[in-house]
């Protein structure tokens, strides 16, 4: 009798301890339960009802709370107005650097054929900075970030991912996201490619005071995916750096829950201008965290993916076009209009993703 005690007792607290480990992705460390300056994820899985920014975990137990959508939104939206903004706006600045070089000696003393390489460099910039060209990848990026934002909520996040040393090395996303993200950023690609190779060719462009903005994350297919999955999806809360704030002015006011200032206030935490929120149309699809170290890791996280019974991939795009986040560009539907038969050709049917119903319910 008391050996049966014993056990039942030690399966007891296992499954505490395994409810409680699924709330705590290396991803999100800095948000696991247990702090008190900053909203964090749920101790163990709950089921929650009010998701607004990742409502495709609602009715299903989630690490995921409404107070917690404030960090969620918090860092989101450092990718969509600074560090994704950040990228637009150095290559405008960097153009205007290279225009600057008419008005040099240089230029007054360059042969005919050296004006025109710079000509052509300058003409080159246009279709990057162009909506019709770079808003719907862009969109694509955003949409990206918010499936990765919403994978806080998992409970079973280390069906996903390769842990090594206690750190999340790899996330397995499933390979039709790669397709869809560079279908959808293809003409950026090209833009990107052939501005990098106008200014190789010019001598005048190279004596621009600005550096030139790395571009080469949209060379090919490949390297879109890796950039993505490295600077994105292993570290979905990400802060945006000096450099990418700089090239990002404005007032970056930190966002407030749909339920209003009220209710942060009477929780002691500071009144802020709320953002509001709409909700994404289901018939019209839109197109930080400090790294993590291999320092004081639990050893529960390599215990779950050793338990675990087999990897999935993970659908990010689709996650991210189940979410409330505001995943399309803000240039998106000018760009739309310029080019309606792109947008068309390359807008996947969105209304049988609910149907998943997030992998059936963590099946």
Request: with cysteine; proline share 6%.
């Amino acid at each position: 009798m008391g050996l049966m005690r014993w056990s039942l007792a030690v399966v007891s607290l296992n499954l505490v301890r395994g409810l409680d480990d699924q709330c705590k992705d290396p991803l999100f460390e800095t948000h696991w339960y247990g702090k008190f300056d900053i909203h964090t994820l749920q101790s163990i899985p709950t089921v929650i009802t009010d998701l607004v920014r990742c409502p495709q975990y609602n009715s299903l137990a989630s690490c995921c709370s409404a107070e917690f959508e404030l960090e969620q939104e918090r860092y989101f939206d450092d990718y969509r107005s600074i560090i994704f903004v950040s990228k637009i706006a150095r290559t405008t600045q960097h153009r205007q650097s290279v225009a600057d070089v008419k008005h040099t000696p240089a230029y007054e003393n360059a042969a005919h054929t050296e004006k025109e390489q710079y000509h052509h460099a300058i003409e080159a910039f246009n279709p990057v900075l162009t909506p019709s060209v770079h808003a719907d990848c862009f969109s694509t990026l955003l949409t990206y970030t918010a499936g990765m934002n919403c994978f806080a909520c998992r409970p079973d996040w280390f069906n996903y991912v390769t842990i090594e040393n206690g750190v999340v090395v790899r996330i397995h996303v499933h390979p039709s996201v790669c397709m869809e993200v560079w279908s959808r950023c293809e003409l950026l690609g090209q833009a990107a490619v052939a501005l990098k190779q106008a200014l190789l060719d010019s001598v005048l462009a190279k004596q621009a005071k600005l550096q030139a903005e790395d571009l080469d994350m949209f060379s090919d297919q490949q390297a879109l995916c890796s950039y993505l999955h490295n600077e994105v999806a292993l570290h979905p809360f990400q802060r945006p750096s000096m450099t990418e704030r700089e090239a990002a002015p404005g007032v970056h006011k930190e966002p407030v829950h749909p339920a209003g200032r009220a209710g942060i206030v009477a929780a002691g935490g500071a009144a802020t201008t709320p953002i509001p929120f709409t909700a994404p149309s289901p018939a019209a699809f839109p197109t930080a965290m400090p790294y993590v170290t291999a320092t004081n890791k639990p050893a529960v996280a390599r215990r779950l993916i050793e338990e675990s019974t087999g990897t999935k991939e993970l659908d990010v795009m689709e996650q991210g076009k189940l979410s409330g986040f505001k995943i399309v560009w803000p240039e998106a539907s000018r760009a739309r209009a310029a080019r309606p038969w792109l947008w068309l050709a390359v807008t996947p049917i969105t209304a049988i993703a609910a149907t998943v119903a997030v992998d059936g319910a963590f099946r």
